[in-house]
Nanobody
Framework: QVQLVESGGGSVQVGESLRLSCAAS????????MGWFRQAPGKEREFVAAFSRTGGYTYYGDSVQGRFTISRPNGKNTVDLQMNNLRSEDTGVYYCVAGRGVITSAIRSRDAYDWWGQGTQVTVSS
């Protein structure tokens, strides 16, 4: 079993930055895709960013491309999300995810991931 714990959420103003972190435990996630989804009030969960299974490729949602950066600063069991130039529409609960056997064509699909964290709230106000 894999446990994912997010941290770093909070409230910021439009244009500011925030960094989220996720730590995984339970097993070494070598060969697993890891990333982030988010869910705004009244909306479906949306893909934000992810690393491929090999860790060699990164993928981003269209709405965050160029503003958010995903990284693995402390090895395969951690994943960070640096969020710059935040907008009000970035508000939501951000979930860390991990998946075994996630193929490239499914990297943006919620159903491709086996484990989800509890989520951390990000609020961006103007």
């Amino acid at each position: 079993q894999v446990q994912l714990v997010e941290s770093g959420g909070g409230s910021v103003q439009v244009g500011e930055s925030l960094r989220l972190s996720c730590a995984a435990s339970g097993r070494t996630l070598s060969g697993y895709a890891m990333g982030w989804f988010r869910q705004a009030p009244g909306k479906e969960r949306e893909f934000v960013a992810a690393f491929s299974r090999t860790g060699g490729y990164t993928y981003y949602g269209d709405s965050v491309q160029g503003r958010f950066t995903i990284s693995r600063p402390n090895g395969k069991n951690t994943v960070d999300l640096q969020m710059n130039n935040l907008r009000s529409e970035d508000t939501g609960v951000y979930y860390c995810v991990a998946g075994r056997g996630v193929i490239t064509s499914a990297i943006r699909s919620r159903d491709a991931y086996d484990w989800w964290g509890q989520g951390t709230q990000v609020t961006v106000s103007s």
